[in-house]
């Protein structure tokens, strides 16, 4: 069982200045909810109940979403508009959250592995919540807990067609194709130039991990970008066949873009 679901989140979201210069961008909203709050929706739904968030300075803004709030619960009860807080409320009573802050920001597999103190020795999640999901049935976390629970012991991650130009956005598979949609990774490389990419199948926000990766982490060495890479810790543990690549069903947002946030916002405003 996959109980816990890390979620980096120490990035200053440079995009969205000013918006983000008091506010973290996981709690930028759409429509009336955080970001993040979506996430942890999502990975409740996938039957974890332990948070474990990875912040930084400025960023205490998430603490406060996720505990109760005296004065608004009493403001409110004397209003009777004590609904509005139903949800929250359900939420902070479903999990528990632990926190932990990255000091430098030296890239993802860095967030992860400063991450390992809250996972402990088990399999966890990784969410990124600038990649907004939503599906018709079972949420993408979900799908992947299954495929995770029939190829043992390796680590997933969900991918989805992109145009070839968009390549250099993304960390990118390549693989053989097992069964539908479902891709034993050979290779892996980060944010290719389209005329490298191995193919058009691209990494997003969603990750399941198995605690061997903190091991590997720790050997990695800063590349794309200068930092240290999720993609090629992956990329070592693929050698041993572990690494298994999920086609989901559902769409995806990308809300670290001005273009994929605003589309989130239609998209989510609509469903109601
Ligand atoms: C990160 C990963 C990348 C992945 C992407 C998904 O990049 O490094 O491999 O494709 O998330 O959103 P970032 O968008 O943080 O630069």
Known sequence: MIKKCLFPAAGYGTRFLPATKAIPKEMLPIVNKPLLQYGVEEALSAGMNTMAIVTG????????????????EHQLKKSGKEFFLTEIRDI?????????????????????????????????????????????????????????????DCCIVAIEEVRKEDTNKYGVISGEEIEDDVYRV?????????????????????????????????????????????????????????????????????????DGFVEATNYFYKRG
């Open 57 to 72: 300075r400025g960023k205490r803004a998430i603490e406060d979403h996720f505990d109760k709030s005296y004065e608004l």
């Open 92 to 152: 902070i009573k479903s999990c528990t959250f632990s926190y932990t802050r990255q000091k430098e920001m030296l890239g993802l597999g860095h967030a992860i592995l400063t991450g390992s103190t809250l996972v402990g020795d088990e399999p966890f999640a990784v969410l990124l919540a600038d990649d907004l999901c939503d599906s018709d049935e079972k949420s993408v976390l979900s799908q992947m807990v299954e495929i995770f629970n029939k190829y043992n």
């Open 186 to 258: 050979f290779d892996m490389v980060e944010k290719p130039d389209p005329k490298d990419a191995p193919s058009n199948l691209a990494i997003i926000g969603r990750y399941i991990l198995i605690p061997e990766i903190f091991d590997v982490l720790k050997k990695t060495k800063a590349g794309k970008g200068g930092e240290i890479q999720i993609t090629d810790a992956l990329l070592s543990l693929s050698k041993n066949g572990k690494v298994i690549a999920y086609k989901f069903k559902g769409k995806r947002f990308d809300c670290g873009s001005v």
